[in-house]
Each structure stands twice: as structure tokens, then as C-alpha cells.
T-cell receptor
Framework: DQQVKQNSPSLSVQEGRISILNCDYTNSMFDYFLWYKKYPAEGPTFLISISSIKDKNEDGRFTVFLNKSAKHLSLHIVPSQPGDSAVYFCAASAPGTGANNLFFGTGTRLTVIP | AAGVIQSPRHLIKEKRETATLKCYPIPRHDTVYWYQQGPGQDPQFLISFYEKMQSDKGSIPDRFSAQQFSDYHSELNMSSLELGDSALYFC????????????FGQGTRLTVV
């Protein structure tokens, strides 16, 4: 059973506009959420994280929002750049497990059109 | 900044052979995780080490073993390889065990023929 879901397999956005990638989870024990970015033929690289005590975390052009009541988080990229084109994975973990038990979503392929 | 280094990047082995994958964590990181990602699948956690001791075990087959050395690098040893072992193997490292970001290497693509 997929505990972390990314329902949009792909997303296309014009350069300079906002990209919004969504992620839903089912396990209310999850308290730490991460976004990874993956280019073809490379491993996923960590992008940004948020713990459940916060509802927003910003890092440059990237902002992650967490809505615990809806079990939903989103990644906003503003402004989107062609170099952002990649597959984005949402991941979640439960208390005390760190990266041992990261539950990944199936990814959303973002294409930023120049 | 230094990242997680995995070697080799690509490996081709025949069935029933053995393979050794290596992972060099980010300097000062004391925790290493191994993941396996089959074609079209999510990365699956295999095993992790903290301070050279195994800390958690996931879906790692008995034919596989791993260890973390005194310099914190880790090796994943795979024996009696099967066609189904063909996958991308990721190593990640972090500082500490709980609720920390794990930084992934670029992976080793193993093809068993």
C-alpha cells in the first residue's frame, strides 16, 4: 500500500512561472518530510525538508508547505528555471527512524519550458 | 562541497557471480544507508549502519551482506547474483540516525546477465 502518493506523474510549466508539486500521505505518524530531485541516470539529491512542527520551510526558490490536517505537502518553485526539469520525489519518515524507513512517492516529472 | 561517492558507477556481472559495491559518505557523516531501486520502482531500504554497527535492516536478501569500516565507508557484498538483482543501488549518508536529511550518492547500476 502506497503511504506516500504523488498523484501527478508529470507537470509542465513555463520558465519564470511557479511550479507546484503535490504530495499526499496516509500515515499520521509521519513527522518528517523531504523532497528529492532526480536527474536521469543520477541518484536522487536532497532538496528541502520540513518537520511536522512547522507548516512552511523556505530555501531560496524552493518552499515546502505542510498541511498536517489534510496530510498534504507541496513544493513550490518560484521562479521555475529550465534546469529545474527533473523528477521530484516526496518522502516521509516516522519518529526516530531517520532515513532508515523513508517512504517515497512515485515521483512527478517536472518540465520547465524555456 | 563533497558528496556521497559510490563506486563503481556501472557494473555488469553474470548470474551466480559476486559483486561488491562501495560507498564513501560525506566527511564526518557517521550513518550510511543502502537502497535498491528496481526498474520503475521506488527505492527500497536494504540496510543501514551507524558508527560501524548495523542499525537497521530492511528487505535485504540473505545473499547480500554489508559492513561499515573504521573510515565510515561502507561496502555492499552481493553473492550468487540473480537476474532480479539488476537495479540501481543507492547509498546515502547522514549525520546521526534520527530525523536527519540523507544525502544520496549517484548510485551504482548493476546489471546481471
Amino acid at each position: 500500500d502506497q503511504q506516500v502518493k504523488q498523484n501527478s506523474p508529470s507537470l509542465s510549466v513555463q520558465e519564470g512561472r511557479i511550479s507546484i508539486l503535490n504530495c499526499d500521505y496516509t500515515n499520521s505518524m509521519f513527522d518528517y518530510f523531504l523532497w528529492y530531485k532526480k536527474y536521469p541516470a543520477e541518484g536522487p539529491t536532497f532538496l528541502i525538508s520540513i518537520s511536522s512542527i512547522k507548516d512552511k520551510n523556505e530555501d531560496g526558490r524552493f518552499t515546502v508547505f505542510l498541511n498536517k490536517s489534510a496530510k498534504h505537502l507541496s513544493l513550490h518553485i518560484v521562479p521555475s528555471q529550465p534546469g529545474d526539469s527533473a523528477v521530484y520525489f516526496c518522502a516521509a519518515s516516522a519518529p526516530g527512524t531517520g532515513a532508515n524507513n523513508l517512504f517515497f512517492g512515485t515521483g512527478t516529472r517536472l518540465t520547465v519550458i524555456p | 562541497a563533497a558528496g556521497v561517492i559510490q563506486s563503481p558507477r556501472h557494473l555488469i556481472k553474470e548470474k551466480r557471480e559476486t559483486a561488491t559495491l562501495k560507498c564513501y559518505p560525506i566527511p564526518r557523516h557517521d550513518t550510511v544507508y543502502w537502497y535498491q531501486q528496481g526498474p520503475g520502482q521506488d527505492p527500497q531500504f536494504l540496510i543501514s549502519f551507524y558508527e560501524k554497527m548495523q542499525s537497521d535492516k530492511g528487505s535485504i536478501p540473505d545473499r547480500f551482506s554489508a559492513q561499515q569500516f573504521s573510515d565510515y565507508h561502507s561496502e555492499l557484498n552481493m553473492s550468487s547474483l540473480e537476474l532480479g538483482d539488476s537495479a540501481l543501488y543507492f547509498c546515502a549518508s547522514s549525520l546521526g540516525l534520527s530525523n536527519t536529511e540523507a544525502f544520496f550518492g549517484q548510485g551504482t547500476r548493476l546489471t546481471v546477465v
